[in-house]
């Protein structure tokens, strides 16, 4: 691939953003991400991706130049919706996805961030949607995912001054879940992702699953669904081996059966 990296280890696919000098996500980015998200769905030792980026940024956002070369409403509009297709393809994945952010995470790259399930940040990180500055708005679902996570008030704040806030600050709002030294980062994302994929590879689907479900559906059809997956469990070797590991007090090995 020319933009993406992938390093493969206990389960966990490393995978490095590369396109100098901002990792700027462009339509052929998003193509290649597509494409990657593919294979890697298709790989069962493959449980947790990690994905971080090269050099100073996680990416500064949208490829700028590209805007230049649109003509009309009509292909603003596509490029919105292919931005927001890839990115829940993302959210909706059924294996874990890690974002490690240091340096910026700028518009579309917050909203690549924002995707993805977990998201670990460098303490001097630089977060925001700083689209207004250039007389638009957020495209990749900005406007829709940072409200989930550090509410209206803080998220209309964000978007309407376009002012990032640091890895700190973005622990603090919701919006990351843990801040540490940049030195640091991805050793603790990389200690995290084989941590998750020590677990269960079928329920940690049917988790993820869920969490969907209660962003999207009424607590009562949710909880239904879950009660349907738990007793799915029951029928998988994971679950058998998970018990008795828990009885001869082992750690378990599961093989996502």
């Known amino acids: 691939m020319e933009f993406f990296r992938i390093h493969k280890e206990e389960f966990v696919a490393d995978v490095t953003f590369s396109r100098p000098p901002a990792n700027a996500l462009s ?19 493959v449980r947790v991706v990690l994905l971080h980026g090269e050099g100073r940024f996680f990416s500064a956002g949208a490829d700028i130049k590209e805007f230049t070369s649109i003509a009309s409403s009509d292909e603003a509009t596509a490029l919105s919706q292919n931005g927001q297709q890839v990115l829940e393809r993302i959210e909706r994945f059924p294996k874990p996805v890690i974002a490690a ?3 910026a995470a700028l518009g579309g790259g917050l909203e690549l961030a924002m995707s993805c399930h977990i998201r670990v940040v460098s303490e001097n990180a ?8 250039l007389g638009i708005i957020p495209g990749f ?10 509410g209206f008030g803080k998220a209309a704040e964000m978007m309407l001054t376009s002012e990032p806030i640091t890895g700190v600050e973005a622990v603090q709002w919701g919006l990351a879940n843990k801040a540490v030294p940049e030195e640091q980062l991805l050793e ?3 200690k995290l992702a084989k941590k998750i994929a020590q677990k269960g590879p079928i329920s940690v689907r049917a988790t993820l699953q869920l969490l ?3 962003k999207e559906k009424p607590f ?5 669904e879950e009660a349907e997956l738990f007793g799915s469990m029951f029928t998988t070797e994971d679950a058998k081996e998970g018990v008795q590991a828990f009885i001869e007090k082992r750690p378990p090995v599961f093989h996502g059966k």
Request: no cysteine; charged share 30%.
């Open 27 to 45: 339509s052929a980015v998003l193509k290649e991400l597509s494409a990657l998200l593919d294979e890697l769905e298709a790989d069962d030792n």
């Open 101 to 103: 952010i240091h340096g």
């Open 126 to 133: 630089k977060l925001g949607l700083p689209e207004l500055q």
């Open 141 to 150: 679902a900005g406007t829709q995912r940072l409200p989930r996570y550090v």
């Open 188 to 190: 603790e994302a990389k």
């Open 212 to 214: 969907n479900s209660f």
């Open 220 to 224: 009562q059809e949710a909880m239904r």
